[in-house]
């Protein structure tokens, strides 16, 4: 499975983007997708997820309430729309598949990446 992700770019404080994952393939039900984010220096953490067996949904604490994770496998889409942006969300963004039935806050959970797409939150 490919993945491509797009939609990054920069953007002021207070603005919104909405990035897309692009699947080169349907992914089973069973699975699901994240999305993670790496900033410079930092290591990869988690930011949301979507199941897709039963369209639950998770998120990182700081998002919660910015951030909206939609699609599903049918689709081979999922998009993370990103509201409120602040210049912390600054990194660079990738989806992937989750494969594994271990915490959906894991990378070890994912088995296939997008090279990711820059955000970058200033003004």
């Known amino acids: 499975v490919q993945l491509v992700e797009s939609g990054g770019g ?9 990035l897309s994952c692009t699947a080169s393939e349907r992914i089973s039900k069973n699975y699901g997708m994240g999305w993670f ?13 979507i199941s897709f067996s039963s369209s ?13 994770i939609s ?5 081979k889409t999922v998009f993370l729309q990103m509201n409120s942006l602040k210049p912390e969300d600054t990194a660079v963004y990738y ?5 594994y ?3 959906y806050h894991s990378t070890n959970q994912y088995a296939y990446w ?6 970058t939150v200033s003004s």
């Open 10 to 18: 920069l953007v002021e404080p207070g603005g919104s983007l909405r």
């Open 37 to 49: 984010r790496q900033a410079p220096g930092k290591e990869r953490e988690f930011v949301a997820a």
């Open 56 to 68: 639950n949904t998770f998120y990182q604490d700081s998002v919660k309430d910015r951030f909206l």
């Open 71 to 75: 699609g599903d496998n049918a689709e």
């Open 95 to 99: 989806c992937a598949v989750r494969v």
């Open 101 to 103: 039935s271990g915490s």
């Open 114 to 119: 997008g090279r990711g797409t820059l955000v």
